[in-house]
């Protein structure tokens, strides 16, 4: 009878926090470590990693994305591998957009992890038109992809560093050759 | 060397310090060593109060450089350096469909739902139960209060007015053709927007708003024919001092234009 009430509550923590990693609290997905703590007790841990191995099945993982103190850790639920650029087509994403965010976020890691919004906005400005990428920084702002200071230089945001393998990202660029003809 | 020469290079130091830490400037493009001895040199000779003061900054500064060719040194020992050069090349020659492809290789997007919640649910009942009929609202003697407001291009795009791919086709083709059919020469603001239908006419107010807000067309506002001229850019051009401009494109202006306009 003990085992049974134990397991119901394992099944109920489980789906505390998928809700808690799923759905949106505020404006950003996810939960920080203390939320997860306060809401699941001692053994968070450990339910994380059972919803891990659950999440597995469907092709989906739980990232950490740290943030300073380890108290304020960001967990999300992301793709356990990258979409197909088709499927991200369906997403809403245009080429361009996802053209000028690598661009942008290959600058910054390359750069040593900043560089200044006008630089950016001047290589951006090579191949789009002014208000096109004026709008697409100020968007990867709000989404999180991008951090911008009070001088106005370009970090990465908590989504780049959940979402984007920055590794794979540089290897990916120098790793491609341009296609003759 | 005379007292401003001494403080102009002084300030000169923290302005480069300034530079590595707010503009991304290669530390180790500052010579840390020859500008200290610099300022080793100066350092009798400083009396007055604010040049000292200068005299710190600039120290702090050189110590704050010294921390970021730390950090530099610790970025480019890791496994993730590559020459940013070679990365800023390789980008150049790439088309934007690679680096989309290039990117998309790299990247797992974070899954994230939305949902009302049963507290909001609530909130909502409790506001319906408190909001009072519009006939006691003061709006049944059929005044309507009608307030301007701006609506971004996003916006439009949320509500599904406009995708920002048919958003910027609509801009681009919109300047292609008041470069051929306009010139250099101009058009009458009206003259241009007005359309057969009220709607095609706030369409086409709407699109120029947005060529005019991102540079791509001039306009000349003249008090005395009482005349709005407007001419492509060959190229756009950044603004300098903004300035509003505010056009009310009415039903009644409409009518009143009508006819003088370029139709289609």
């Not at chain 2, 400083?46 to 120290?59: G, Q, T």
């Not at chain 2, 709006?139 to 949320?158: H, K």
Request: proline residues 4%.
């Amino acid at each position: 009878m003990q085992e049974k009430d134990e397991v119901a509550e394992v099944r109920q923590k489980l789906a505390k926090a998928a809700q808690m990693l799923l759905f949106k609290h505020h404006r950003e997905p996810g939960a920080r470590r203390w939320e997860l703590r306060r809401a699941l007790g001692r053994n968070y841990e450990e339910i994380v990693k059972a919803l891990d191995a659950e999440l597995e099945k469907l092709g989906l993982t739980v990232k950490v994305v740290g943030e300073g103190d380890s108290e304020s850790d960001r967990f999300v639920v992301t793709f356990r591998e990258h979409p197909s650029l088709g499927d991200v087509r369906t997403f809403g994403w245009r080429i361009d957009d996802m053209s000028m965010l690598a661009m942008t976020l290959a600058t910054i890691v390359a750069r040593g992890g900043k560089v200044a919004g006008k630089e950016v906005q001047r290589i951006l400005e090579e191949k789009f038109p002014k208000w096109r990428v004026e709008s697409a920084i100020d968007r990867f702002i709000r989404m999180g992809y991008l951090q911008e200071d009070e001088k106005g230089v370009l970090y990465l945001g908590w989504r780049a560093r959940a979402e984007v393998d920055e590794k794979a990202l540089l290897s990916l660029l120098l790793g491609r050759e341009k296609k003759e003809g | 060397m005379t007292q401003r020469e001494r403080r102009e290079l002084i300030e000169r130091i923290i302005d480069l310090c300034e530079s590595v830490r707010s503009r991304g400037l290669d530390p180790f493009d500052v010579q840390v060593r020859e500008l200290l001895d610099r300022l080793r040199e100066l350092f009798p000779e400083l009396k007055r109060l604010e040049d000292l003061y200068l005299d710190l900054r600039a120290v702090s500064g050189l110590a704050d450089v010294v921390v970021h060719q730390s950090e530099w040194l610790k970025h480019r020992s890791s496994i993730l350096y590559l020459d940013p050069l070679l990365v800023m090349l390789k980008m150049q020659v790439m088309e934007p469909a690679e680096l989309a492809d290039v990117f998309v290789r790299c990247w797992r997007p974070v899954v994230e739902m939305e949902s009302i919640t049963p507290s909001a649910i609530r909130m909502g009942l409790d506001y319906w139960t408190e909001l009072p009929p519009l006939s006691e609202r003061g709006l049944e003697i059929g005044v309507a209060e009608t307030r301007t407001g701006r609506i971004s291009e996003e916006e439009l795009r949320e509500m599904g007015i406009v995708s920002e791919e048919e958003f910027s086709r609509l801009m681009e083709e919109e300047w292609k053709r008041m470069l051929r059919e306009v010139g250099r020469e101009g058009i009458s603001y009206w003259k241009w927007v007005c359309a057969k239908t009220f709607e095609e006419t706030v369409r086409r107010s709407w699109i120029l708003s947005f060529l005019i807000s991102y540079g791509y067309v001039d306009v000349e506002v003249k008090p005395l024919e009482e005349e709005i001229v407007i001419r492509p850019r060959e190229k756009p051009v950044q603004p300098g001092e903004t300035r509003s401009l505010v056009i009310p494109v009415t039903y009644e202006e409409w009518r009143r234009h009508a006819g003088k306009g370029r139709g289609g």
